[in-house]
């Protein structure tokens, strides 16, 4: 009979304090100075509201992130599933009491804050799939009757997220469920039987999309096709990054920018801006510091010693890179505009809420990474 057993190993406080990871945190305190400069340069270099919205926001979730480390990751999965439940519901929520803003319903508001409940299920998908798995043998995970219940739980928020609608969230939320089953050690068959049925549907997959949907799809491949339209964006964030050159035209001095030729400039399209402004050296700085970001959560995922923070560690830093990747893909042309913040840089109370959430959990596996969590 399975016995309901944390390892019960005890921590004195400066224990945990000296099991805190201080480079990932000083890596988290450069992204987001950068971020308020960037918040800054977009409204003209004038301290107004989108500045100290998110300057407070960052102050907040940031001293929370600190807080939730020191809980311990025990906890974190004796409630996965409540987790990915309290999503769940405000996912549906949404549909009936959701906020409007250009033709999608996303978010609730709860006064201090609209929150945006897809933001989090993002998280939840990967404590909640990184739970599942740590309960599977390695020679169960290639049972079908194992599978079927993690894409059921993928498949119904990402629906909810696309009644919004909003495809591109739904994407990065199948994306972090599909990276933990890959590194559970599901088959490699798998993957490829699924790929070959998504080439086969996607003409029917179109079909159903709405037509701004498929407007996105066409500018994608080209833009020139409504140069004032639908590729109005990609074509002006092209040209902005193009214009920053090596060394960029100064902090301040981005003409894209200050002459409002870059739209949606202090949310998906923040990178843009920094790159004019910056260059190219400045934009590989900012990449490498996302780069060390990823790093330090993959090593504490190999540091750690239950499979349950260490599929979560590797999930989560998959995802995060997900995100920059998305978001960076977007602004240069290599992929369609969609919604996908760039973390910590872009403007935007869930999506600071969320990382900062990941964020902690990763630290929590890092201060307990002793501790043994038993099957149950």
Same mark, same amino acid.
């Given at each position: 009979?399975?016995? +309901?057993?944390?390892?019960?190993?005890?921590?004195?406080?400066?224990?945990?304090?000296?099991?805190i990871?201080?480079?990932?945190?000083?890596v988290?305190?450069?992204? @987001?100075?950068?971020?308020?400069?960037?918040?800054?340069?977009?409204?003209?270099?004038? *301290?107004?509201?989108?500045?100290?919205?998110?300057?407070?926001?960052l102050?907040?979730?940031f001293?929370?992130?600190?807080?939730?480390?020191?809980?311990?990751?025990?906890?974190w999965y004796?409630?996965?599933?409540?987790?990915?439940?309290?999503?769940?519901? /405000?996912?549906?929520?949404?549909?009936?009491?959701?906020?409007?803003?250009?033709?999608?319903?996303?978010?609730?508001d709860? =006064?201090?804050?609209?929150?945006?409940?897809?933001?989090?299920?993002?998280?939840?998908?990967?404590?909640?799939?990184?739970? =599942?798995?740590?309960?599977?043998?390695n020679?169960?995970?290639?049972?079908?009757? *194992?599978?079927?219940?993690p894409?059921?739980?993928?498949?119904? %928020?990402?629906?909810?997220?696309? +009644?919004?609608?909003?495809?591109?969230?739904?994407?990065?939320?199948?994306?972090?469920?599909?990276?933990? $089953?890959?590194?559970?050690?599901?088959?490699i068959?798998?993957?490829?039987?699924?790929? /070959?049925?998504? #080439?086969?549907? /996607? %003409?029917?997959?179109?079909? &159903?999309? +709405?037509?701004?949907?498929?407007?996105?799809?066409?500018?994608?491949?080209?833009?020139?096709?409504?140069?004032?339209?639908?590729?109005?964006?990609?074509?002006?964030?092209?040209?902005?990054?193009?214009?920053?050159?090596?060394?960029? +035209?100064?902090?301040?001095? @981005?003409?894209?920018?200050?002459?409002e030729?870059?739209?949606?400039?202090?949310t998906?399209? &923040?990178?843009?801006?920094?790159?004019?402004?910056?260059?190219?050296? @400045?934009?590989? $700085?900012?990449? /490498?510091?996302y780069?060390?970001?990823?790093?330090?959560?993959?090593?504490?995922?190999?540091?750690?010693?239950? *499979?349950?923070?260490?599929?979560?560690?590797?999930?989560?830093?998959?995802?995060?890179?997900?995100?920059?990747?998305?978001?960076?893909?977007?602004?240069?042309?290599?992929? %369609?505009?969609?919604?996908? %913040?760039?973390?910590?840089?872009?403007?935007?109370?869930?999506?600071?809420?969320?990382?900062?959430? @990941? #964020?902690?959990?990763?630290?929590?596996?890092?201060?307990?990474?002793?501790?043994?969590?038993?099957?149950?």
């Amino acid at each position: 009979m399975l016995t +309901k057993r944390f390892n019960t190993s005890s921590y004195s406080f400066i224990d945990k304090l000296k099991s805190i990871d201080y480079f990932m945190i000083l890596v988290v305190m450069l992204i @987001g100075c950068i971020s308020v400069f960037a918040i800054y340069s977009t409204e003209g270099g004038h *301290f107004s509201y989108y500045t100290k919205n998110h300057l407070i926001r960052l102050v907040v979730f940031f001293s929370m992130f600190l807080v939730l480390s020191f809980i311990r990751i025990s906890i974190w999965y004796r409630y996965a599933y409540i987790f990915y439940l309290i999503g769940l519901i /405000l996912l549906i929520l949404v549909l009936f009491f959701g906020i409007s803003a250009s033709g999608s319903t996303r978010w609730i508001d709860l =006064y201090l804050l609209n929150l945006q409940p897809s933001e989090l299920m993002k998280i939840a998908i990967i404590v909640s799939f990184a739970r =599942y798995y740590h309960r599977i043998q390695n020679a169960e995970i290639q049972n079908y009757k *194992f599978l079927l219940q993690p894409i059921i739980l993928l498949i119904i %928020p990402c629906y909810l997220v696309i +009644k919004q609608p909003d495809l591109g969230t739904s994407i990065l939320i199948a994306g972090s469920g599909i990276a933990i $089953i890959w590194l559970a050690g599901l088959n490699i068959k798998y993957f490829v039987y699924s790929s /070959l049925a998504l #080439l086969v549907s /996607l %003409p029917f997959a179109i079909s &159903i999309l +709405k037509p701004y949907q498929k407007s996105r799809i066409l500018t994608f491949f080209n833009p020139d096709r409504d140069p004032l339209g639908a590729g109005y964006q990609i074509i002006q964030s092209k040209i902005a990054i193009g214009s920053g050159g090596f060394y960029g +035209k100064g902090f301040l001095k @981005g003409t894209q920018s200050y002459l409002e030729f870059l739209p949606e400039k202090h949310t998906d399209f &923040i990178f843009t801006l920094f790159s004019e402004e910056f260059g190219f050296l @400045g934009s590989m $700085i900012l990449l /490498l510091l996302y780069v060390l970001l990823v790093y330090r959560i993959v090593r504490i995922g190999f540091e750690t010693r239950s *499979f349950f923070s260490r599929l979560y560690c590797f999930g989560f830093a998959s995802a995060l890179f997900l995100y920059v990747f998305v978001n960076i893909a977007m602004v240069v042309g290599l992929l %369609p505009i969609v919604g996908a %913040p760039l973390p910590i840089m872009s403007y935007g109370g869930s999506s600071m809420l969320s990382i900062m959430l @990941g #964020l902690s959990i990763v630290m929590s596996c890092k201060i307990y990474s002793q501790d043994q969590i038993s099957n149950y």
